[in-house]
């Protein structure tokens, strides 16, 4: 059964830094993208980054760029999100899914799948 699970959340100040993991099972990260999206109270959901590890092709929100860093590693069938100069407004619920299709990548989240249950990510000072 396809299954992620985030982890790695918490408070931080601005200007600090966090890493996001997300485990995966029962699929292939050569294959599916894994994307990460957030979501603000009284927000849509955003999409954040985005890695298909087969091919190393990856997406970034142009709020993130610069600043957030997606990976994966493939024998932990882990994906990571390495967040540095975090801003209040990165303040947000962060989840990560699986692509629907395979080879399918980008940051429309209508395109993918198996949500996580998510992790708060809270910068305050």
């Known amino acids: 059964q396809v299954q992620l699970v985030e982890s790695g959340g918490g408070l931080v100040q601005p200007g600090g830094s966090l890493r996001l993991s997300c485990a995966t099972s029962?699929?292939?990260?050569?294959?599916?993208?894994v994307g990460w999206f957030r979501q603000a109270p009284g927000k849509e959901r955003e999409g954040v980054s985005s890695i298909m590890a087969g091919t190393g092709f990856t997406s970034y929100a142009d709020s993130v760029k610069g600043r957030f860093a997606i990976s994966a590693d493939r024998a932990k069938s882990t994906v990571y999100l390495q967040m540095n100069s975090l801003k209040p407004e990165d303040t947000a619920v962060y989840y990560c899914?699986?692509?629907?299709?395979?080879?399918?990548?980008?940051?429309?989240?209508?395109?993918?799948?198996?949500w996580g249950q998510g992790t708060q990510v809270t910068v305050s000072s």
């Open positions: 029962a699929f292939s990260l050569d294959y599916y993208a």
């Open positions: 899914a699986k692509s629907a299709a395979e080879w399918e990548y980008g940051l429309d989240g209508r395109n993918f799948e198996s």
